[in-house]
């Protein structure tokens, strides 16, 4: 059974920063392309960032240069290193498995605000 948990949310300040981490369980995380996604409010979920297996990244642009997404394989564990967060960046974060069989995590609330 696919196992994807999420940590790392929380509170912060605009201009702050935050470490996600999603530990997978149940697959051969080493081949698989992770994808980190949020959804604010009212909103439609939206790709944050993906990560191949080798560690190739792609960002969405509006969080170019304030994001970074890595990869530890020997742990089974994907992060999105997160800078000079915005308001705007209030949302839901998940990670995803990008091949079959496609799982979702739980989600974890990151809030930026004053």
């Known amino acids: 059974q696919v196992q994807l948990v999420e940590s790392g949310g929380g509170l912060v300040q605009p201009g702050g920063s935050l470490r996600l981490s999603c530990a997978a369980s149940?697959?051969?995380?080493?081949?698989?392309?992770m994808g980190w996604y949020r959804q604010a409010p009212g909103k439609q979920r939206e790709l944050v960032a993906r990560?191949?297996?080798?560690?190739?990244?792609t960002y969405a642009d509006s969080v170019k240069g304030r994001f970074t997404v890595s990869r530890d394989n020997a742990k089974n564990t994907v992060y999105l290193q997160m800078y000079a967060l915005k308001p705007e960046d209030t949302a839901v974060y998940y990670c995803k498995v990008e091949i079959w069989p496609n799982t979702w995590g739980q989600g974890t609330q990151v809030t930026v605000s004053s």
């Open positions: 149940g697959i051969r995380f080493s081949i698989c392309p």
């Open positions: 990560i191949n297996h080798s560690g190739a990244a």
